[in-house]
């Protein structure tokens, strides 16, 4: 069955449009606070109950609970903080002023009102124990400890009330958890698998769809790529839901499987980030989720299924599918995991997000026989990646087309899309 949300009740904070026009004439008067884009994404999510059971952001005790022990102050298991930093000398000023129970205006990045927040309090945030606790370090390079280093370093508790969805990459894709529970009712879906990326498809995450949508207790998959701000290294979001469009229409069954996307950042924080958007999809309406080798990991911060032993620790109300590492098997002549292959690692493709990326990154040839034709022709229309500028058109196809051979890695490899769909 769809699950209730997180806690029991999906919070609902979102005001109606005469309550938001009064407060619009008022803002004036009001304190004024403007967040990072991380947190106007956050602050939305809030009040439209994505991160039920919370409704709010985090206060001092709660932080400490949640770092130290993975838990909320009521037990129920939260990994990762959710907290209000705006930056800059002028916030600390307006932050020194607030008595609890004033309201605030929240601005987005346009400096546009779009929620209120109910002042709880303030207190310095504990940059290097969420470091050490939620990420594990206190390494530089890792990206949300960088962000963190730079974000305000006074952190402000309270409850958000939406006065306006602050844009997002894809409104039309940007369902609330409200939406999506309605869509998967209407299409009569009561167990829905939530699927977490944040990259182009390839052929190693088809076959964690496959195997999901083969199981008896999975109605539906819901693909959900994460489609926050973007640090250098990351796939454009318009690349990741272009491909996951093109993907899904062309291989898929329509009738069982929904895309949405998620404004919010990235979280990289391995296990805890994996046991936390496995709550944020529970909120979604998905009673099971996707779990494959080193969710939400970046470098080698984490230990590759770290993020699969956290749900025997922790239970979240959601049935994790816990898959190993995928790859091409050319002597199976199908994609396996080493729990269902005996071969050598040296027969098997390589099946890794990393080895597309590198490939883009040094202007080598696309892996194609990972990668669907109609994605690699998304991939071809831009520049796919933060920071790395359009892809090299010297690829194995248009040489090819040319007359000259194509590698041998693509014809050795071809027979993969010839297969049938693989089941369990
Ligand atoms: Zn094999």
């Known amino acids: 069955m769809i699950p209730p949300a997180y806690g029991g009740r999906l919070v609902d904070r979102q005001l109606g ?19 990072e884009i991380d947190q106007v994404f956050d602050a939305a999510k809030l009040a439209v109950g994505a991160y039920s059971p919370l409704d709010g952001f985090m206060d001092a005790a709660t932080i400490e609970n949640v770092v130290r022990t993975l838990r909320l102050p009521n037990s129920l298991p939260w990994p990762i903080p959710i907290v209000l930093t705006p930056p800059g000398r002028a916030a600390e000023a307006v932050v020194a002023d607030l008595r609890p129970g004033d309201e605030v205006a929240l601005l987005d990045t346009a400096g546009r009102f779009f929620a209120l927040l109910h002042f709880r309090e303030s207190f310095p945030l504990d940059r290097t124990a969420i470091a050490r606790g939620v990420y ?12 963190l280093a730079t974000t305000g370093s006074t952190a402000v508790a309270g409850r958000v009330d939406l006065v306006r969805s602050p844009d997002v990459p894809f409104p039309d894709l940007e369902y609330t958890p409200a939406q ?32 999901a949508l083969e199981r008896d207790d999975v109605d539906a998959l819901f693909v959900h790529p994460v489609v926050g701000p973007l640090k250098p290294g990351d796939y454009r979001p318009q690349v990741v839901v272009d491909a996951y469009r093109a993907l899904l229409a062309e291989y898929y069954p329509p009738a069982r499987v929904a895309l949405g ?6 979280r990289y924080a391995g296990p805890r980030a994996a046991l936390f958007f496995a709550i944020v999809r529970r909120n979604y309406g998905c009673s099971h989720y996707i779990v494959g080798r080193d969710q939400a990991g970046v470098g080698s911060f ?20 816990r898959f190993r590492e995928m790859s091409y098997c050319t002597r199976c002549g199908q994609m396996a995991s080493e729990k269902s292959c005996g071969h050598r690692p040296e027969v098997r493709a390589v099946t890794s997000q990393t080895r597309v990326r590198s490939a883009l990154a040094e202007g080598r040839p696309l ?21 790395l500028g359009p892809v090299p058109r010297a690829d194995p196809a248009e040489a090819a087309e040319d007359g000259s051979s194509a590698p041998a890695e693509r014809r050795a490899l071809e027979p993969l899309w010839t297969l049938p769909a693989t089941g369990v």
């Not at 594990?136 to 962000?147: E, F, K, Y």
């Not at 998967?184 to 964690?208: D, I, Y």
């Open 261 to 266: 996307t998620l404004a919010i950042s990235m």
């Open 302 to 321: 984490y230990k590759p299924y770290a993020c699969h032993e956290i749900f025997d620790e922790y239970s979240v109300g959601v049935t994790p599918l």
């Open 180 to 211: 999506s529970r309605e869509t998967f009712a209407k299409n009569g879906w009561r167990n829905v698998a939530g699927f977490q990326t944040r990259n182009v498809p390839h052929a190693g995450h088809e076959q964690l769809h496959r195997l």
């Open 17 to 35: 449009p005469q309550e938001a026009e009064r407060l619009a004439l008022q803002v004036a008067e009001l304190p004024q606070l403007r967040p």
């Open 136 to 147: 594990g370090t206190t390494d530089p390079r890792h990206p949300n400890v960088a962000a």
């Open 367 to 387: 892996p194609l026989e990972i990668l669907r034709p109609e994605v690699v022709a998304i991939l071809r229309q831009s520049d796919p990646i933060l920071g």
